[in-house]
Nanobody
Framework: QVQLAESGGGLVQAGGSLKLSCAAS????????MGWFRQAPGKEREFVAG????????RYLDSGKGRFTISRDNAKSTVYLQINSLEPEDTAVYYC?????????????????WGQGTQVTVSS
């Protein structure tokens, strides 16, 4: 089993920034890709960003390019999501997920383990 623990969420004004963290523990061998998803009230969970842990290859939600940056620190088994120029529409619970696939997928079903999520609220 893999345990994922997100942190770094909070209440921020529009235009501000946040850096979310996801620390992985447990049996992390065999997981090659990490992703961030978000789910706003009444909406489906959507892909935000993903990264292949070995090469650092990244993939982003098209509408988030330029504002979202995903990174990883393999020595700490931690993945980060930097969000700049936050907008009220970014308000959601942000989830970290781990995948055994080498493909940086934007599909929820390609991810095998999920964290509990961290709330991000952006005020206008």
């Amino acid at each position: 089993q893999v345990q994922l623990a997100e942190s770094g969420g909070g209440l921020v004004q529009a235009g501000g920034s946040l850096k979310l963290s996801c620390a992985a523990s447990g049996r992390t061998v065999g997981f090659y890709t990490m992703g961030w998803f978000r789910q706003a009230p009444g909406k489906e969970r959507e892909f935000v960003a993903g990264i292949r842990l070995s090469s650092g290859r990244m993939r982003y939600l098209d509408s988030g390019k330029g504002r979202f940056t995903i990174s990883r620190d393999n020595a700490k088994s931690t993945v980060y999501l930097q969000i700049n120029s936050l907008e009220p529409e970014d308000t959601a619970v942000y989830y970290c997920a781990a995948s055994r696939s080498m493909l940086v997928s934007d599909a929820r079903y390609d991810y095998d383990f999920w964290g509990q999520g961290t709330q991000v609220t952006v005020s206008s």
